[in-house]
């Protein structure tokens, strides 16, 4: 098995608002492998985007993440920090880092050299008023001042401000704009470095955007539904896309999504999201065949079927329930669109458990198939619903 | 900072619009008529003579009259001219001084103390309101309270406390053009009121500020400041690359309109005795108030150039407005 670059562990974000505490991602726990593509699907509200901004560290007030860790695998950096404690949490373990743990300038470089970003939007994530090719250029300048462990401050703004030449990229960094612009097929990079982003189509400054989260040689790059709002040709250029880059680059790909065709074609693995926890995590053909989480195989009903075209399509009846902290109900936050449900459903909130058959799928369901229900089943437990709360199942 | 995009809809709108082709006009021959002063104005416009005083303009009547003067020992009966004539053609004031010559230089003091007021309102008023904007939180509560108690006060209340408690301080700075001998006759220094640029700009900047931290605002949840930050982009480098040249535009209008009211604090301030020069159209206007009732130029014409530039610096500023307004779409994507 491929190495772990990123474990996530217990990650939780909530939103402090005047109508209440939103609990918009609860206790997450993932894995990604080196150069593995891992797909977060979900409906909307369901805390995909919040997890990808939670993991780049961009939650900002009234947002908080409240608690968890995110480990990225960084023997270099495990050896400089060994051995230190901040605020009493465990800030490396092994090879790996918790980047939640360290100062804010190792998480500013680390997350600015080792991850990178796509968004959902190409044509909000350029600034109208400088070029695409500055802007690429800038990412790189970006990146080596990083690497440098230099910082930008009072001092390079006002030198910036006094002289306008300085703040201007280098000639290398501009080439390396042009080389990033051509990796991602940009017909004459040389030409359209110059333009500005209303100059670029949708589907180009997409491709754009990528070569900008290229410009820090990424491990990790987080996809924010990076195909929503494009057609469906450029949609697929831009999954080729990706594919190419993972494969030649070896990094790995979380992609936040909605769309499960893109899915279906680009990710290793698939994590399904619903009410800010995760449902169901497994091998994508796995999770697609054979879901072991009712909602899963509701997401999948829902889509129409090609081999079938006279097939019905199901719709979940209902809606994301609303993440608010106190409206949310106790048990399985699934229950009550759950064509499965039953009363023990209502009241316990099942844990991500591994499943019987396959190899690193895991469920949060009650009626799934999971290895402790088997045994706890050829047991023939008596009381099944208060055993389950005793061992340990969290019921928040 | 100010991109191409931005230059071409300046040049269309400038192409499009006279008015605002009229606005730019009035403020460049203002502009022009302040730097080039001494060349411009026909009489040295401190050179007094009560011989030839209350001249009206030319065209506008006046009267020869007799009076008696003691020439040589003797009392004698001479005819003074007091007909407007073109030597003096805006006529002169109760000490004879020539009034166009006085609105000419007095241009000098209005955009001095309106240009430098706003440059320092700009660079304080941008800085505040684009930290707070983008920090937010304690620091933008802090910043921006002291704003709200500088906004509470009338701009003139606080002008004048300032003027009162760090008294008046004036830079004369020699004259390049009349030191350098290209003119000759006309005074050699030009004051600059300093007390009072700084006192107006501390008034002023709070409006920029206000302004500059609403865009700041708007323009940090914008995807591509929080793309920066996910490349480890500092905070100061945001700030200058992606917020400021994306906040700019309304800065910019706002600060035009804003001069128009500099123009007229300066002014007030003459008129009420503290500009510092006694050559400046609010000086003269209040000068002139005694004589409203004869002689109704003293306080007109100064007046009128006033209202000259104002109306053409708000002109530039719709403008400015309508040629960057964010509002106006023009093509893009």
Known sequence: MTPKILKVRDLTTRFFTDAGQVNAVSGLNFDLGQGEVLAVVGESGSGKSVTGLSLMDLIEAPGEITDGEIWFRSPQLADELGGQKEKEKEVVDGEYVNVRAVSPAIRQSLCGTEFGMIFQDPGAAFNPSLTVGEQIAEAVECNKRLDRGDTYGLLDLIRDILSPKSSFVSSESYERAIELLDRVDIPDPIDRVDEYPHQFSGGMLQRAMVAQALASDPTVLIADEPTTGLDVTIQAGIVDLLRELRVETGMSILIITHNLGVVSEIADRTAVMYAGELFEVGPTPQVFERPANPYTDGLLGSLPDFDDPNARIEPIPGNVPNLLAHEMPSGCSFADRCPKATEECAEINPPLEDLTEGDDHRVACLHAETTRRVAELSVESPIRADSRVDSGVTNE | ?333
């Not at chain 2, 008015?19 to 502009?31: D, E, F, P, R």
């Not at chain 2, 706003?118 to 304690?138: A, C, D, R």
């Not at chain 2, 910019?252 to 007030?268: H, K, Y």
């Open chain 2, 1 to 333: 900072m100010i991109s191409d995009r931005t230059r071409t809809s300046l040049k269309k709108e400038l192409r499009s619009n006279a008015v605002a082709t009229i606005g730019v006009i009035l403020l460049l021959s203002m502009i022009v008529m302040a730097l080039f002063a001494p060349m411009l104005a026909p009489h040295d416009p401190t050179d007094q003579d009560s011989s030839r005083n209350h001249q009206p303009p030319v065209f506008f009547g006046g009267e020869e009259e007799e009076t008696t003067r003691m020439i040589d020992g003797e009392i004698r009966t001479v005819t003074e001219s007091n007909v407007g004539s073109m030597t003096h053609p805006l006529g002169t004031d109760s000490n004879g001084r020539d009034v166009l010559s006085r609105t000419i230089y007095g241009a000098r003091t209005s955009i001095l103390v309106a240009f430098s007021a706003m440059l320092v309102s700009l660079v304080v008023g941008t800085t505040v309101g684009m930290v707070s904007g983008y920090y937010g939180g304690n620091t933008d509560t802090v910043l921006m309270r002291f704003v709200d108690i500088v906004l509470a006060f009338p701009a003139l209340l606080i002008t004048l406390a300032m003027i009162g408690v760090f008294g008046s301080v004036n830079v004369d700075i020699p004259d390049p053009l009349v030191v350098s001998g290209l003119v000759s006759g006309r005074p050699t220094h030009l004051t600059v009121p300093i007390t009072i640029t700084l006192a107006i700009s501390s008034v002023i900047w709070v409006w920029i500020a206000r302004v500059a931290r609403g865009e700041a605002i708007a323009a940090k949840n914008e995807e591509y400041v929080i793309a920066a930050r996910t490349m480890g982009m500092s905070n100061w480098k945001i700030i200058w690359k992606h917020v400021l040249p994306n906040s700019i535009t309304p800065i910019l209008v706002l600060a035009t309109i804003q001069v128009a009211s500099i123009i007229i604090i300066e002014s007030s301030l003459s008129f009420l005795g503290f500009s510092g020069t006694n050559l400046s159209w609010g000086y003269d206007i209040a000068a002139g108030r005694d004589y409203l009732g004869t002689s109704w130029w003293l306080s007109t014409v100064p007046g009128l150039f006033i209202v000259v530039t104002v109306v053409g610096i708000n002109l530039l500023g719709d403008l400015l407005r309508d040629a960057l307004d964010p509002g106006i779409q023009r093509g893009g994507l």
